[in-house]
């Protein structure tokens, strides 16, 4: 059985308002690593709502088509349930803090102490969680002191200590600078494979360093579903991401006559370099 | 326009979070402002529009001293749009958004319509005018932020990650915004991780490494400096590491690139 099975849904946020997500159908498996990918407005955000079970009973109860986690529609699950099942982090980290923790400790041992679990295993899970995401030396500070990264590594750490089934990241690392993104993204690849990460994203890097199967949205409709490649070379890829700036540089010089026919355009830095290094010594 | 001399700052029994940061910007200059998280970016942003005062030195925004100045009226002179949007959205529709600001301004009713009426057409939310803010994606979201300083025209624009979150399309209405206001002599401070965005606008750039100035010059000096990447946590752009990489100057953006390209194989535009 599916861990998250979508069939057909079709999602506005209320009678007169524009349709989000237009008869969609996604499933995904236990264990799978997915990002969900597209431009402003293509419904991305909607769907790792509902994907995580994150909208308003009334609202889910209202709409056409299912979405079945485990099996079982979203409405018919406790908080608890849910809680257990995914986690999901939002682009705002700010909005994520629980509102009760003055410490960065104690944020993180809120939602397990919301559990019942016994002191000792909040404590290893808490300890977990803050190695993962680089925060042990900020335990003691105010959460609502830290910069926008650190909070976003906290919102992380919170969704991990309650050991979901479901990570579902919202555009995870777009506060950080790259050294952070890139200690992230690699704790991430170390978390338990049986661990299901959804990843919605604008940036191609964190989808790529994650992911193994990819989801192009258009419209609130899938336009694509595969691998990688499948999706870089995808036509909506550019139009979405935009163009490398090392393809327009050679794109710009085809223009000009001065691209040799049938050499491809690089979308890489490293097939860049390649290229022009033999290029430049075909021209001089 | 924006003077900062010898400013330190700590929070109320705290360590120093900035430290000594001295720098000044003029009339249609675009500073981007870069550094590790944690660096004191954010600080320094809340600083520059006059949320936080100094603890030590000062900073004055178009001869205002943010320390001694309300910041109703800082905000007259530096106009902030914030990280998330949803943080200083505060009416039910996108008129009533960006027609907050000219409301509060010595306008006339028709200036006021005319003035808001344009900026709605220049961020593309005319058609959006009569939405909920908070309805709409987080490109137009963001826009209705963008607009509602516009607005007001302050002399000086703050811009707090501008680009995140928006796609190519959304990006390149941006980039051409802030190309206008520096054009029309706006002082433009934008913080920013995305070093592909600095690189296409920024004329100058100010690195933080911890709560300390540790560059304030040009794109590419500073893009070509590993030492000064390295401090402020950066990648220099794809198409100025390619640039290097071959032998060429340092480049900002394809065009560059291309041109330099060509040059240095005393070939010309046309030239098949």
Request: hydrophobic share 45%.
């Amino acid at each position: 059985m599916a861990l998250i099975a979508i069939e057909n849904l079709v999602f506005a946020y209320g009678p007169k308002m524009p349709v989000i997500l237009d008869g969609l159908s996604l499933s995904i498996e236990a264990g799978e690593r997915v990002a969900i990918l597209g431009g402003n407005g293509s419904g991305k955000t909607t769907l790792a709502h509902w994907i995580a079970g994150w909208l308003p009973r009334a609202a889910m109860n209202a709409t056409s088509g299912a979405v079945l986690a485990n099996g079982k529609a979203w409405p018919a699950w406790t908080a608890l349930e849910r809680a257990e099942a995914v986690q999901f982090v939002g682009q705002i980290p700010m909005q994520q803090l629980s509102g009760f923790a003055f410490t960065v400790y104690d944020e993180l041992v809120f939602g397990p102490g919301n559990l019942g679990l016994e002191p000792d295993e909040i404590r290893k899970r808490a300890d977990w969680a803050l190695d993962i995401c680089n925060l042990r030396h900020l335990v003691d500070r105010d959460p609502f002191t830290l910069s926008g990264g650190e909070q976003q590594r906290l919102s992380i750490a919170a969704a991990l200590v309650m050991h979901p089934k479901a990570l579902v990241l919202d555009e995870p690392t777009g506060n950080f600078d790259p050294e952070s993104r890139d200690n992230l993204l690699d704790q991430i690849n170390r978390l338990p494979s049986d661990l299901t990460i959804i990843l919605c994203d604008m940036a191609l890097k964190p989808a790529l360093a994650i992911a193994k199967r990819f989801v192009l949205l258009d419209g609130g409709r899938i336009v694509a579903d595969g691998g990688a490649q499948e999706i870089l070379s995808h036509p909506r890829t550019s139009a979405i991401f935009g163009m490398p700036a090392v393809m327009e540089a050679a794109l710009l010089l085809q223009q000009a006559g001065h691209w040799p026919a049938g050499e491809d355009l690089p979308l890489t830095f490293g097939r860049a370099q390649e290229q022009f290094g033999r290029i430049t010594h075909v021209a001089g | 326009m924006l003077q900062v001399e010898d400013v330190s700052f700590h929070y109320p029994g705290g360590v120093n979070v900035l430290s000594g940061i001295s720098f000044s910007a003029g009339a249609g200059e675009v500073l981007a402002l870069v550094g590790r998280n944690g660096a004191g970016k954010s600080t320094l942003l809340r600083l520059l529009n006059g949320l936080r005062k100094p603890t030590r030195g000062a900073i004055s925004i178009d001869g205002r001293n943010t320390a001694e100045t309300p910041v109703h009226l800082i905000s007259h002179s530096i106009g902030t749009v914030f990280q998330s949007p949803e943080q200083q959205v505060f009416n039910a529709t996108v008129r009533d958004e960006v027609m907050f600001g000219p409301k509060n301004l010595p306008l006339t009713a028709q200036e006021r319509d005319t003035r808001v009426a344009a900026v709605l057409a220049r961020t593309r939310l005319t058609d959006q005018a009569g939405q909920h803010p908070l309805d709409l994606d987080q490109a137009q979201r963001r826009f209705v932020a963008l607009a509602s300083v516009l607005a007001t025209q302050p002399p000086a624009l703050l811009l707090d990650e501008p680009q995140r979150g928006l796609d190519a399309q959304s990006r390149s209405l941006l980039e051409g915004i802030i190309l206008e206001e520096k054009a029309a002599g706006r002082c433009i401070v934008i913080v920013c991780h995305d070093m592909e965005f600095v690189a296409r606008l920024a004329t100058r750039v100010i690195a933080l490494a911890d709560g300390a100035l540790s560059a304030d010059t040009t794109p590419a000096d500073f893009f070509s400096n590993s030492r000064l990447t390295s401090e402020a946590s950066v990648e220099a752009p794809d198409i100025l590491r390619l640039s290097l990489a071959l032998g060429l100057s340092p480049c900002l953006t394809p065009a560059d690139f291309a041109g330099a390209w060509l040059n240095h194989h005393h070939l010309n535009a046309s030239q098949g």
